[in-house]
């Protein structure tokens, strides 16, 4: 096989959905947006319910979970004041029959100082969300990688644009890592993610403890505040895309066009912006840069995969990146016989692999293709 015949010689380069070997089977970026489509979708069958996610109390003896409790806050609103009889682990009948997703409960009698917080979720989404608490408090590790998958806390909104991201940039990656490598990828972006919300959330509670009420920067959410979705993966694929593809266009809201390096440092601009004024969605957007960081990282670094996910196999064939190394060989090997110039050969499969097939010349096509013909 010739370098003629790679697929990023053909017509759509790296930036086309057609990955690796066209063997028929799904790819990573579709398995994944199945996954998370699929869990929305069956955890939407099961009936959601209050479950108490962090408790603060000071006395060494704890709550009596059959005494009395009122609500002292709650989202969507529930009137303060409210008494609840009894507060177990978790409430399955919620004030006068309202629906809140947060409620916050305090002793009636007053003799007693301290409150539990209760957030609702559906059975799949309590067991694999991911949060100070449950995920490093408790070292409850499946919940790095299973929070990933959740999008029925956020909303459907949260789910159509990560689906979204990965199906126009999950490609890109995928092609250029392959397969296994990229499926390493993407959960460990999603992993820095996790993190990156669990540090500045610890060093937020850490300030707080200190007397300062607020720092920018920190996260001063209670450590079991949830953090579910996609995203920080997909802002991983996006910042590794905006690294292999710079200068390819993107449409924004349907109007305004940008080079994808523009909108993924934007991207990442505003989820500084966000975090340092403590905006609406704080945590989230911390986990969004510790994902974008991490893709950023291991896109110009993808041996140290291997060293993390070593089971996943060190050699990907359907990797752009190992195909690259291979034409590099064989282009070598023409260049011996009298065919096209080692270095111009190399320097031009490196423009490939950082830039896109888009970004070759007519002529440098034609030496890719007369090195290939040499070796045949």
Request: hydrophobic residues 45%; charged residues 20%; glycine residues 12%.
């Amino acid at each position: 096989m010739g370098i003629a015949d790679r697929g990023y010689m053909h017509a759509g380069g790296s930036g086309g959905r057609r990955l690796g070997p066209s063997s028929g089977r799904w790819t990573i970026t579709t398995w994944i947006i199945v996954l998370c489509c699929g869990v929305w979708f069956v955890d939407g069958f099961f009936p959601s319910s209050l479950v108490r996610t962090d408790l603060q109390w000071n006395t060494a003896a704890g709550p009596a979970e059959s005494q009395a409790w009122v609500v002292v806050e709650s989202w969507p609103s529930v009137a303060n004041g409210q008494v609840v009889k009894g507060a177990p682990r978790s409430l399955d009948d919620p004030p006068q029959g309202r629906r809140p997703d947060y409620l916050v409960l305090a002793p009636a009698d007053g003799q007693q100082s301290g409150q539990a917080v209760y957030r609702r979720f559906h059975p799949i989404e309590r067991w694999l969300h991911f949060s100070t608490m449950e995920g490093f408090l408790r070292l409850e590790w499946w919940r790095l990688l299973g929070f990933q998958f959740l999008h029925s806390h956020a909303g459907i909104t949260h789910l159509l644009f990560n689906c979204i991201g990965l199906f126009f940039f999950g490609p890109l990656v995928e092609r250029y890592l392959g397969r296994k490598r990229f499926l390493a990828f993407y959960l460990l972006c999603g992993m820095f993610g996790a993190l990156a919300f669990t540090t500045l959330n610890i060093a937020g509670i850490v300030a707080e403890s200190w007397g300062f009420d607020r720092v920018p920067g920190l996260l001063f959410n209670d450590p079991g505040t949830p953090l579910v979705g996609a995203s920080a993966g997909v802002f991983g694929v996006i910042l590794a895309g905006a690294f292999l593809q710079p200068n390819a266009r993107v449409v924004v809201w349907f109007f305004f066009p940008m080079r994808l390096k523009t909108m993924a440092y934007g991207l990442v601009a505003l989820a500084i912006f966000t975090i340092l004024r403590d905006g609406p969605n704080a945590g989230g957007e911390a986990g969004h840069l510790g994902g974008a960081l991490a893709g950023a990282y291991f896109i110009r670094r993808p041996h140290h995969l291997h060293g993390f996910f070593d089971f996943l196999g060190k050699v990907d064939p359907t990797s752009d990146r190992f195909r690259f190394r291979a034409a590099k060989a064989k282009a070598k090997i023409a260049s011996n016989r009298g065919g096209a110039n080692d270095e111009e050969v190399n320097r031009i499969l490196d423009k490939i692999s950082q830039k896109g097939l888009h970004s070759l010349t007519p002529k440098e096509k034609e030496i890719l293709n007369r090195a290939s013909k040499d070796r045949q």
